[in-house]
Every structure is written in structure tokens, then in C-alpha cells.
């Protein structure tokens, strides 16, 4: 089976599903994904999708106003350490 018919599947059964208590579990399932860990920062610290988004969108809006090294300025940088 691929997945949109999967999806379809799942779909049309929680659209049709009477037991609140199934549903409060495909609400509990759903919240526990959102809280998942999928990345960490370079300080260890874990970080959910979500804030993953959010560091990428503020990394990418530092990089558009200009706040970065290139390599080589790096590269240099390193020789002082």
C-alpha cells in the first residue's frame, strides 16, 4: 500500500469514528510526534521539528543581511586559535 492511500484510509476512518477515546489516542500520537526531537544545536540542546524550522529561518535571515564569514575568512580565523 503507498502512502496518500494510506492516508486516505486513515482519513476516512477517523472520519467516520464514533470512539472519542480512539480519537484522544490519535491526538496523544499526534502531539507526541510534534515533541519529537529531530535535530540539536551545536550546544547539545534538542530541538523539535518546529524550532528546528524556526533556527533555520533565523539563520537564513542572518545570512541574507550579511552576518557571515566566508571559508577563507574562517580558514584564517582558525590559524589564530
Same mark, same amino acid.
Given at each position: 500500500? &503507498?502512502?496518500?492511500v494510506? +492516508?486516505?484510509?486513515? $482519513? =476516512?476512518?477517523?472520519? &467516520?469514528? +464514533?470512539n *472519542?477515546? !480512539? $480519537?484522544? +489516542?490519535?491526538i496523544?500520537?499526534?502531539? *507526541? #510526534?510534534?515533541?519529537?526531537? !529531530? /535535530?540539536?544545536?551545536? =550546544? @547539545? +540542546?534538542? $530541538?523539535?521539528? %518546529? #524550532?528546528?524550522?524556526? *533556527?533555520? #529561518? %533565523? /539563520? %537564513?535571515?542572518?545570512? =541574507?543581511? @550579511?552576518e557571515?564569514?566566508?571559508? &577563507?575568512? $574562517?580558514?584564517? %580565523?582558525?590559524? &589564530?586559535?
Amino acid at each position: 500500500m &503507498n502512502t496518500p492511500v494510506i +492516508k486516505l484510509d486513515i $482519513l =476516512n476512518y477517523i472520519l &467516520n469514528l +464514533k470512539n *472519542e477515546t !480512539v $480519537l484522544n +489516542k490519535f491526538i496523544q500520537i499526534i502531539e *507526541e #510526534e510534534k515533541r519529537k526531537t !529531530v /535535530a540539536h544545536t551545536i =550546544n @547539545g +540542546k534538542s $530541538l523539535t521539528k %518546529e #524550532e528546528y524550522k524556526k *533556527e533555520l #529561518e %533565523e /539563520a %537564513e535571515e542572518r545570512i =541574507n543581511s @550579511g552576518e557571515f564569514i566566508s571559508h &577563507n575568512q $574562517l580558514k584564517s %580565523e582558525i590559524k &589564530n586559535w
